[in-house]
């Protein structure tokens, strides 16, 4: 079966797409709740702000993702780098979860002939890929400041995500046996 350049990359980005949340939701896990609240300087973000700030943008941006304008005008982004008292963990999570839940429903819905349709964030035209790649970028950007701060926070006990230290070799070797 021919499968198009355009097949492939819906596919390939809805796999990448869970990646990303999966990492975030791993490094999650290990943080106590009294770290999601740190901040370790005054020009970065908490762990706490992180996560509502892309839960906010994934709600934006994929909601109507083809239909409306992906900056919602009931988004207050800047409120989501404020804490937010009485917010607990839960309340936050469940906010994360919608997010993502809008990002893989928009994926798993699109097809190829909307690939070249017009999308806009904040009046400015893309295409659906561009708006798609863009979207991903920004949420590997986020995903990876969460996995920096959740190991910095538990530290020794930290359960890698990825290939451990020291490991690479095994590990190549692992998968090349497996090929």
Same mark, same amino acid.
């Given at each position: 079966?021919?499968?198009?350049? /355009?097949?492939?990359?819906?596919?390939?980005?809805?796999?990448?797409?869970r990646?990303?949340?999966?990492?975030?939701?791993?490094?999650?896990?290990? =943080?106590?709740?009294?770290?999601?609240? =740190?901040?370790l300087?005054?020009? !970065?973000? #908490?762990?706490?702000?992180i996560?509502? @700030?892309? /839960?906010?943008?994934?709600? $934006?941006?994929?909601?109507?993702?083809?239909t $409306?304008?992906?900056?919602?005008?009931?988004?207050?982004?800047?409120?989501?780098?404020?804490?937010?008292?009485?917010? $607990?963990?839960?309340?936050?999570?469940? #906010?994360?979860?919608?997010?993502?839940?809008?990002?893989?429903?928009?994926?798993?819905?699109?097809? =190829?002939e909307d690939?070249?349709k017009?999308?806009?964030?904040? !009046?400015?035209?893309?295409?659906?890929?561009? /708006?798609?790649?863009?979207?991903?970028?920004?949420?590997?950007?986020?995903?990876?400041?969460?996995v920096?701060?959740?190991?910095?926070?538990? $530290?020794?006990?930290?359960?890698?995500?990825?290939?451990?230290?020291?490991?690479?070799?095994?590990?190549?070797? /692992?998968? @090349?046996?497996?090929?």
């Amino acid at each position: 079966m021919n499968t198009s350049p /355009a097949d492939l990359f819906l596919q390939d980005i809805r796999i990448q797409a869970r990646k990303l949340k999966e990492l975030a939701d791993k490094a999650l896990v290990q =943080v106590r709740d009294e770290d999601l609240t =740190v901040i370790l300087d005054p020009e !970065s973000n #908490s762990l706490f702000m992180i996560v509502q @700030h892309l /839960a906010g943008n994934l709600r $934006s941006r994929w909601t109507d993702f083809l239909t $409306s304008d992906g900056e919602k005008p009931d988004r207050n982004r800047d409120s989501e780098f404020e804490p937010h008292a009485g917010t $607990s963990r839960a309340d936050l999570l469940a #906010s994360w979860e919608e997010g993502w839940s809008r990002l893989f429903g928009t994926l798993d819905g699109l097809s =190829v002939e909307d690939l070249g349709k017009t999308v806009l964030i904040r !009046s400015e035209p893309h295409t659906a890929v561009q /708006a798609i790649n863009r979207g991903i970028a920004h949420a590997a950007y986020h995903v990876g400041q969460v996995v920096l701060l959740a190991k910095h926070f538990a $530290s020794a006990d930290w359960r890698t995500l990825s290939i451990p230290r020291g490991k690479s070799s095994e590990f190549t070797q /692992a998968m @090349h046996r497996k090929a």
